[in-house]
């Protein structure tokens, strides 16, 4: 980000099969032709899936020299472990983090660490910080507040420790109001957060799919945007149509006010994000 004035970036998650990493290899064949500046991977609830993340990040580096960086929570797992995953990734070329805590495993109320493990994403990034002083680190922020975050103030005043403790920038859980956006930019802002805050999108294409996901992670749903959809229920085609006209608006107006970059949250798909980034000759 210091080197660029506009970084765009993907997030994937490790195929289930080998079906599923030929499909993610065709996809990536196209987004791939819009230049990302770095390609993220995520890994299942208590790094389920850390070793699957490592090799779609090497069949990502097979197609493109773009920076990889991993995803690393601190469920299930100690520094120790962290230590030699860290090892691992290092070794294989992969130069960012994305530091998350991580959300409590299916069944559990709340999060509980680990015994030598970490409780929060800023203990993380200060032992990433200090043991492995290359890597970019990359923090999550949260537009319309974390949902188990006391209070809106509580959850900025985390983001702080996060930098504090530091992080490189703050990409945003994905969001749909872009007044959330910059409300929260500005907030950042006055609380002394100088890293860039980049927002995360997700382009609409399945409503089903999206409430679930929103209703996940606490994001909210436009009324306009629900209405578009509601007129479109059973049209597949008409959703998918609906939905990349709104992130293609949502993206132009982010753009226009000077955004420092773009994340997409692209679900291993190309379509839709390569529609937006098309619509808007960015990159072409």
Do not use: W
Not at 265 to 279: D, F, I, K, P
């Amino acid at each position: 980000y210091s080197k660029n004035p506009f970084v765009l970036s993907y997030e994937l998650f490790p195929p289930k099969t080998d079906a599923g990493m030929v499909m993610l290899a065709e996809h990536l064949r196209k987004l791939i032709e819009f230049r990302p500046d770095f390609i993220t991977c995520t890994y299942g609830a208590g790094g389920s899936t850390r070793d699957k993340t490592l090799s779609t990040l090497a069949l990502v580096r097979e197609l493109t020299p773009a920076p990889l960086a991993t995803h690393l929570t601190c469920v299930g797992a100690t520094a120790n472990e962290l230590r030699a995953y860290l090892q691992r990734a290092e070794a294989q070329g992969i130069a960012h983090v994305v530091a998350l805590r991580g959300d409590a495993p299916g069944g559990q109320g709340s999060f509980v660490p680990v015994e030598g493990g970490f409780q929060y994403a800023s203990e993380l990034i200060a032992f990433l910080r200090a043991e492995f002083p290359r890597f970019g680190i990359v923090a999550a922020g949260y537009p319309e507040t974390h949902p188990e975050a006391l209070s809106p103030e509580a959850d900025l005043d985390n983001l702080k420790r996060k930098v504090d403790a530091g992080a490189d920038a703050i990409v945003t859980q994905l969001f749909y109001s872009n007044t959330d956006f910059f409300r929260f930019r500005d907030r950042c802002a006055a609380m002394g957060v100088s890293v860039p805050v980049v927002p995360g999108i997700m382009p609409v294409t399945n409503f089903g799919q999206i409430k679930r996901i929103t209703s996940m992670c606490g994001a909210s749903l436009p009324a306009a945007l629900t209405e578009t959809f509601e007129r479109v229920a059973g049209d597949d085609e008409g959703q998918y149509q609906a939905g990349v006209d709104f992130a293609t608006r949502q993206v132009d107006e982010l753009l226009r006010a000077g955004v420092p970059g773009v994340h997409f949250y692209v679900l291993n798909q190309s379509r839709a994000t390569s529609s937006v980034l098309g619509a808007l000759n960015l990159r072409p």
